[in-house]
């Protein structure tokens, strides 16, 4: 590895320790003043589910937990809808297996619109992150670390 590396990676672990080290909050806790970038991490009780990254902090919280956010928006409630249908197979074709099918779904859209709730009642912990390489570095190294059960690094 290159120095350059080895001292972003020094950051990348010292940022971990941070955002395991933040308290947890809600949304009521959310600070009024919010670093504008950084990375997230969203918990039950200490089950660490779902890591994220954003340039927008508050705003990309209120996607992921709006009643509103499509599934265009809101990917991590998308996911814990798809597992509690049983729609566990993403399909990039149109139909009804396809995100746009599944969101006409009487049933999937309950279970989206419940997802968001739950991502609501979640512990949320953030740590400032403007750097983007270091932004995903740290959550990929999070959600491997943590073993968060929701991100994947997937591509089609």
């Given at each position: 590895?290159?120095?350059?590396?080895?001292?972003?990676?020094?950051?990348?672990?010292?940022?971990?320790?941070?955002?395991?080290?933040?308290?947890?909050?809600?949304?009521?806790?959310?600070?009024?003043?919010?670093?504008?970038?950084?990375?997230?991490l969203?918990?039950?009780?200490?089950?660490?589910?779902?890591?994220?990254?954003?340039?927008?902090?508050?705003?990309?919280?209120?996607q992921?937990?709006?009643?509103?956010?499509?599934?265009?928006?809101?990917?991590?409630?998308?996911?814990?809808?798809?597992?509690?249908t049983?729609?566990?197979?993403?399909?990039?074709?149109?139909?009804?297996?396809?995100?746009?099918?599944?969101?006409?779904?009487?049933?999937?859209?309950?279970?989206?619109?419940?997802?968001?709730?739950?991502?609501?009642?979640?512990?949320?912990?953030?740590?400032?992150?403007?750097?983007?390489?270091?932004?995903?570095?740290?959550?990929?190294?999070?959600?491997?670390?943590?073993?968060?059960?929701?991100?994947?690094?997937?591509?089609?």
């Amino acid at each position: 590895m290159t120095p350059e590396f080895n001292d972003i990676m020094r950051n990348v672990v010292a940022l971990y320790d941070a955002l395991m080290n933040a308290s947890p909050m809600r949304k009521v806790d959310l600070p009024k003043l919010m670093p504008k970038s950084g990375v997230y991490l969203f918990s039950e009780f200490e089950t660490h589910l779902y890591v994220g990254r954003s340039n927008a902090l508050r705003r990309r919280y209120r996607q992921h937990t709006s009643a509103s956010s499509t599934h265009h928006s809101a990917s991590f409630a998308f996911r814990l809808a798809r597992e509690a249908t049983n729609n566990l197979s993403a399909s990039y074709q149109a139909g009804d297996r396809s995100r746009v099918g599944l969101s006409k779904d009487p049933d999937f859209a309950a279970s989206f619109t419940a997802a968001k709730a739950r991502i609501a009642d979640m512990d949320y912990r953030f740590v400032p992150v403007d750097d983007q390489i270091e932004q995903a570095l740290l959550e990929i190294y999070c959600a491997t670390s943590l073993r968060c059960p929701y991100n994947h690094f997937t591509t089609s």
